[in-house]
């Protein structure tokens, strides 16, 4: 079953903050986050395993919250390169089982 | 920077045709796998392959749908009979441990 993010869609000003969730009816072993740009392949942002963990890689961070089968990703201070469209893909057990994607959220960031 | 590569970029072919997508995985990385997606829509996942077999499949990739590692670099996918649903994009990823790695993909459109 695909995770269910939230919103989806944000247009944001630069410079202004966003958070995109996504959880999960099932019991979730990692959540991985992709930004993908009209017409290119989805690129590798951070992935979080099971365990409640916050990660962070510039100004964008996400957390983890095991119990609840949430993921949210944290954009801050956002820049035009922002823009895209966000996939988290979860995982629940094998790594080989592949990711299972929501339907992602559009992130408009404008000047 | 290693990367996955896909070839060809986009192929155009009639209903019932046969096609062979190609990869080459990033070379020390174990697991592979092939997503779809439909224009517009979210990256589907339809198989992944680890140590020379099929490791999980998703509903999607039914007996139309093969893949083979015929050498140890390339990784295909031959989608047989092709039907007008089958256009989208075709993504392989690759990865060692943890994130999955995306190639650029291939646009494929059936006519």
């Known amino acids: 079953q695909q995770p269910v993010q939230s919103p989806q869609a944000v247009i944001l000003r630069e410079g202004e903050d966003a958070v995109i969730n996504c959880s999960s009816s099932?019991?979730?072993?990692?959540v991985h986050w992709y930004r993908q740009k009209h017409g290119e392949a989805p690129v590798f942002l951070m992935i979080?395993?099971?365990?409640?963990e916050q990660k962070g890689h510039e100004k964008i961070s996400a957390s983890f919250n095991e119990k609840k089968q949430q993921s949210s990703l944290y954009l801050t201070a956002s820049q035009l390169s922002y823009s895209g469209t966000y996939f988290c893909?979860?995982?629940?057990?094998?790594?080989?089982?592949?990711?299972?994607f929501g339907k992602g959220t559009h992130l408009i960031i404008q000047p | 920077e290693p990367e996955v590569t896909q070839t060809p970029s986009h192929q155009v072919t009639q209903m019932g045709q046969e096609v062979i997508l190609r990869c080459v995985p990033i070379?020390?990385?174990?697991?592979f796998y092939w997503y779809r997606q439909i224009l517009g829509q979210k990256v589907e996942f339809l198989v992944s392959?680890?140590?020379?077999?099929?490791?999980?499949k998703s509903e999607i990739f039914d007996d139309q749908f093969s893949v083979e590692r015929p050498d140890g670099s390339n990784f295909t996918l031959k989608i047989r009979s092709t039907k007008l649903e089958d256009s989208a994009m075709y993504f392989c990823?690759?990865?060692?441990?943890?994130?999955?790695?995306f190639g650029q993909g291939t646009r494929l459109t059936v006519v």
């Open positions: 990823a690759s990865s060692s441990d943890t994130e999955a790695f």
């Open positions: 099932k019991a979730l072993y990692s």
């Open positions: 979080l395993l099971k365990g409640g």
């Open positions: 893909g979860t995982e629940c057990g094998r790594q080989a089982d592949g990711l299972t």
């Open positions: 070379s020390n990385h174990l697991y």
């Open positions: 392959f680890y140590n020379n077999e099929i490791s999980e």
